[in-house]
C-alpha cells in the first residue's frame, strides 16, 4: 500500500529525515516509534502530500506523492497531533464540515464511525472547546475517517488523554484494521508498540530497525539486566562508571543495564552469574545497601535504549 524510498528533509541546519526506506503492507497497523524529534510528523506531513522532501520518492497505492497528490488527499485520513478542529463549532458541526469536504455525509458513512462517534454523539450539540481530551481525540478520528479513506495516517493520538481512553483508541484501530484500512501510527510510548504489526524504531531521523515488535525482541543481541538498591541515583552514576557495564538507564524501580561483550547465545549461565556477583560486591564496597541485580527479559524500550546508544556512537564518531 505504501512505499518510502529513500526520503530525505531538511530544515535549515536540522537533519529532519535521512534516507529513510519502508513499505507498508494493506491492512497493516504501521507503527512509527520514536521521541519527539525523531521526524516522525516531518514523515506524515510528506506522506501526506502537505510538504515537499528534499530527495526521495513514496507512493501511497501505486500514486507519486508528487504526482499525484490530489489522489492522495481525497483517500488518506489524518489526524494530526495537535488538536485541530474548530472548537467554537459543535461536535456535530465539525464532523459535517469534513463530511462536506469530501462530498459526503456523516449518514453514509456511519457504519465506519459508528464505534466511535457513537461514544461522543449524546453530547453533538457541545462546542469541541468544551470537550475532554479523550473526547476530542474521538472527534478528531472520526473526522479523519467519515470519508472512507484507504490509509490512515495518525500523528501521536494518544498523546494527553486518560490510560481508559487511550485502551479504547486502540482497540477502535484494531476494529477499523479489519474493515481494510491500513493504518500507520505514530507514538513516543513505547508500551503502544507492542500493539503493532510490525513496528519502525526511529531516532534523529533515521530509521534503526524495522521488524514486528516480537521480531526486535528476539534479535536483540545482548542480555538485560535490572539492578536495584536504597540510593537509586547513586546506583546509576556508578553502575555507569562501571568498564563492564556497556548502557545503563532508569526504567522504573529498576535500572536497566548491558554488559560488554555479553551475548545471549555465546555466554554461559555461569559465566553471567559471576559476573553479576562481581558487581554487586563492587556496589557494595562502595557503601551501597540491599543490592538486587538480575537476569530479565528486554522489553521494545530496553532495545530502542541501546540501538540509540549505537547511533549516538556513530553520529559523534
Excluded at 510538504?51 to 483517500?75: C, F, P
Excluded at 530496553?302 to 553520529?315: G, H, K
Aim: hydrophobic share 40%; proline share 3%.
Amino acid at each position: 500500500m505504501i512505499t518510502v524510498n529513500n526520503i530525505s528533509k531538511k530544515y535549515k541546519s536540522v537533519q529532519a529525515l535521512q534516507d529513510i526506506s519502508f513499505s507498508v503492507e494493506k491492512g497493516e497497523i504501521f507503527g512509527l516509534i520514536g521521541p519527539d524529534g525523531a521526524g516522525k510528523t516531518t514523515l506524515f506531513r510528506i506522506l501526506t502530500t502537505l510538504i515537499l522532501a528534499d530527495s526521495g520518492t513514496a507512493t501511497l497505492n501505486g500514486w507519486d506523492i508528487v504526482q499525484d497528490y490530489s489522489k492522495i488527499r481525497e483517500n488518506v485520513g489524518y489526524m494530526p497531533g495537535k488538536f485541530s478542529l474548530y472548537l467554537n463549532m459543535t461536535i456535530e458541526e465539525n464532523l459535517d464540515f469534513f463530511a462536506t469536504l469530501f462530498h459526503t455525509t456523516i449518514a453514509e458513512n456511519y457504519d465506519l464511525i459508528k464505534d466511535i462517534y457513537s461514544q461522543i454523539e449524546p453530547f453533538k450539540n457541545r462546542r469541541v472547546g468544551k470537550l475532554s481530551g479523550g473526547m476530542k481525540q474521538k472527534l478528531a478520528l472520526s473526522c479523519a475517517l467519515i470519508h472512507r479513506p484507504i490509509v490512515l495516517f495518525l500523528d501521536e493520538p494518544t498523546t494527553g488523554i486518560d490510560p481508559v481512553s487511550r485502551k479504547e483508541l486502540w482497540a477502535m484501530l484494531r476494529k477499523l484494521k479489519d474493515e481494510g484500512i491500513t493504518i500507520i501510527v505514530s507514538t513516543p510510548y513505547m508500551d503502544e508498540a507492542m500493539l503493532c504489526d510490525r513496528i519502525a524504531l526511529m531516532q534523529k531521523g533515521r530509521i534503526m530497525t524495522i521488524d514486528t515488535p516480537q521480531g526486535i525482541i528476539e534479535k536483540f543481541p545482548q542480555k538485560v539486566f535490572a539492578a536495584k538498591a536504597d540510593n537509586m541515583s547513586r546506583l546509576l552514576d556508578d553502575l555507569r562508571r562501571f568498564e563492564s557495564v556497556k548502557t545503563c538507564h532508569t526504567f522504573g524501580e529498576f535500572h536497566h543495564f548491558t554488559i560488554n561483550n555479553e551475548q545471549p547465545e555465546r555466554s554461559g549461565a555461569r559465566r553471567s552469574q559471576l559476573r553479576i556477583k562481581s558487581l554487586v560486591e563492587m556496589l557494595e564496597k562502595s557503601g551501597h545497601r540491599n543490592v538486587i541485580i538480575k537476569e530479565i527479559e528486554p522489553t521494545i524500550e530496553d532495545c530502542f535504549m541501546v540501538l540509540t546508544s549505537s547511533i549516538e556512537n556513530f553520529l559523534n564518531s
